[in-house]
């Protein structure tokens, strides 16, 4: 009974996992680069220096929107913060328009001063990426991304009952035993960061929970519009008066806020009606400076600086959601616990690798041909080369493609993402056209190559190459050149593993051949 | 410098947890540990990972406490593989 619930998990396990395992792969990697999406952002925005202070960054912010957008429907300021060092403003027109992309926003410096810096999407691309894909409608990606994530919680469950012995195995990583290596490999990065995987994967779905099953909302509230309001404190917009009166200072407002939160900083603000005597001030907490993502907000007469209470969500159910979200993306982590983030989520990574390749390795012997293998088998191979060294190859092709398109080419941010799908699909192909075993390696290693490019290229191109980060301590980009490196001597070194293994490989069936001569 | 302290302490649970179990005696301790023995590694090895619960829970409360030692948890068992795994010495045996 015991061993035929293993066989039907280890069953369900293998191809739960392998579904949409290629997806799940480009979540996971794109999603622990997330975890650092702001770094990576101020490093492919090499133009911007320095840090800003929230408060005068502020006031910059409303100097600039008074000239701008002076008579725009909202505001929405997303300060600085210790990651970084800029102000991003959004708008919506006074004549309710919506605005075209690009014309009702504007990265600031903290004196209010718009920051003309190379147009990139910068990490920003890579979180959004990671659940809400690419080039397809937000809502289909959003589904087939709920589903991935849904297969991978069962997988992780489902692999859990058929890991005969996971405290036996626990520290069982053996190296150079073919398929038994995969399968250490898959465990242990699978067993070692466990809570996390659960963790993750849960939460993962939590963020996006009322979007997979409205009813609760709709079952109780007469618009999603109505549930907003009543949970979240977001009221509609009030009418415009037509008599104008100008915003006060935000920097004494902030002050207030941020006390009555017990000294947490100020993460967005957002202003209606500015310039009107309706003018309503919302200021919300950072959602670093706490666990809980959803921040605590409160809100001020824009005219008279008068506070008009604040909102804290209240309820068990909303606690527990934001704390869930807050937990996933991480954003209250400072750098030890940003660092282990995101070693976990490389773990993840690996797990969600290692299990597709298993796929195939465990496969391959069984193979009735070994040289003509079904369709399926290459199809799942190929595939696995696309997702694996074709995703790594396109992030590094982002990055160098940042460096490299001229400062002034018309929708830059659009043609970073292009180049780094463009150097996907380019794998993916080359995988299907090379025997897979040569693929492996030539596409491996192309990956490694593109990484070390990153630091060369980057010194090529700014006043901020490796030796020049260090002399003026500039640590982000110093450990970014590292990472760069370390990916590119990893990609290097898998590579290397997979070219011997075929040199191993090609001599053995004539050695055989041989002794089987010498025997008879 | 918190976390090099709990992650060396969780790493330090691991290795012991490790030489109570039969097939990594050899490698760590050199030779096969009486069961006694093995069993108060085993006891030092999950009092070690309690500790570590209660220096980041001190430090940083109870709630971020908790994810920081899960995190500290996973590299120091990483660190305790790559530890017996250069012990056993690769890459067959």
Redesign the interface.
């Known amino acids: 009974m015991k061993d035929s619930l293993r066989q039907s998990m280890a069953l369900f396990h293998t191809w739960s996992g392998l579904l949409l395992g290629w997806l799940l792969f480009a979540m996971f990697a794109t999603g622990t680069a997330a975890y650092f999406q702001d770094e990576i952002t101020r490093w492919m925005q090499p133009e911007v220096t320095g840090s800003a202070d929230p408060e005068t960054s502020a006031q910059g912010a409303v100097r600039y929107l008074n000239t701008v957008a002076p008579d725009a429907i909202s505001w929405y300021i997303t300060l600085p913060n210790g990651r970084s060092a800029t102000t991003q403003v959004y708008w919506q027109p006074g004549d309710g328009t919506r605005g075209k992309r690009g014309e009702t926003s504007a990265v600031l410096d903290q004196t209010g001063r718009a920051i003309t810096v190379r147009e990139t999407s910068g990490g920003f691309f890579l979180y959004r990426f990671h659940f809400d894909l690419h080039y397809m409608p937000v809502l289909w990606a959003r589904y087939l991304v709920g589903i991935a994530a849904m297969f991978m919680l069962t997988a992780i469950l489902s692999g859990i009952v058929t890991h005969k012995k996971i405290f ?1 195995d ?2 069982m ?5 073919g398929q038994r290596s995969w399968l250490d490999a898959h465990n ?1 990065t699978a067993v ?2 466990l ?2 995987h659960l963790m993750i994967t849960f939460t993962g779905l939590v963020t996006l929970a009322s979007m997979y099953m409205p009813w609760g909302i709709a079952a109780n509230y007469a618009s999603p519009a109505v549930f907003q309001e009543q949970v979240f404190g977001r009221e509609p917009a009030a009418e415009r008066s037509g008599r104008a009166q100008p915003l006060v200072d935000l920097a004494p407002l902030m002050r207030t806020a941020s006390a009555e939160w017990g000294g947490k900083q100020v993460g967005y603000i957002s202003v209606t009606n500015p310039g009107d005597a309706t003018a309503r001030v919302l200021i919300t907490r950072s959602p670093g400076a706490a ?1 809980a993502a959803r921040g605590e907000t409160a809100a001020f007469a824009g005219a008279t600086g008068k506070a008009l209470g604040g909102h804290t969500a209240t309820g068990a159910a909303v606690a527990t959601e934001s704390v869930m979200i807050g ?1 996933h993306t991480g954003r ?1 982590a400072q750098w ?2 940003r660092w ?2 995101f ?2 989520g490389i ?1 993840g990574t690996i797990m969600v690798g290692s299990g597709l390749v298993l796929w195939t390795v465990k496969r391959r012997t069984r193979l009735p041909d070994p040289a003509r293998p079904h369709f399926g088998f290459r199809l799942v191979e190929r595939l696995n080369i696309a997702a694996i060294a074709g995703l790594a190859t396109g992030i590094a092709v982002y990055f160098l493609a940042n460096r490299l398109l001229p400062a002034d080419l018309a929708q830059r941010a659009d043609r970073e993402i292009d180049s780094l799908f463009l150097a996907w699909l380019a794998v993916g192909l080359w995988g299907m056209v090379r025997p897979a075993g040569r693929a492996w390696t030539e596409t491996l290693a192309l990956a490694g190559a593109c990484f070390a490019a990153v630091p060369v290229v980057n010194a090529l191109t700014t006043s901020r190459g490796f030796a020049a980060s260090i002399m003026s301590g500039d640590w982000l980009f110093v450990a970014f050149d590292l990472m760069m490196i370390a990916l590119a001597a990893c990609f290097l070194q898998a590579a290397g593993k997979v070219a011997q293994h075929r040199a191993k490989n090609a001599s053995a069936p004539p050695r055989r051949a041989a002794r089987k001569a010498v025997s008879q | 410098m918190i976390h090099a302290l709990a992650i060396a302490l969780a790493c330090a649970a691991f290795l012991m947890l490790a030489a109570s179990m039969k097939r990594h005696q050899r490698d760590l301790v050199g030779r096969a540990v009486p069961e006694p023995r093995a069993r108060l590694a085993r006891i030092a090895g999950w009092v070690f990972i309690a500790v570590c619960w209660s220096l980041e829970a001190v430090v940083l409360g109870p709630a971020l406490g908790t994810i920081v030692w899960i995190g500290e948890l996973s590299m120091g068992a990483w660190l305790a593989i790559a530890f017996i795994n250069w012990r056993s010495g690769r890459p067959t045996r």
Do not use: E, M, N, T
């Open positions: 036996a626990f520290f990583l053996r190296f150079g035993k242990v070692i960061a809570p996390f666990i937990l209250f030890g616990l282990l983030y070693l976990s773990g």
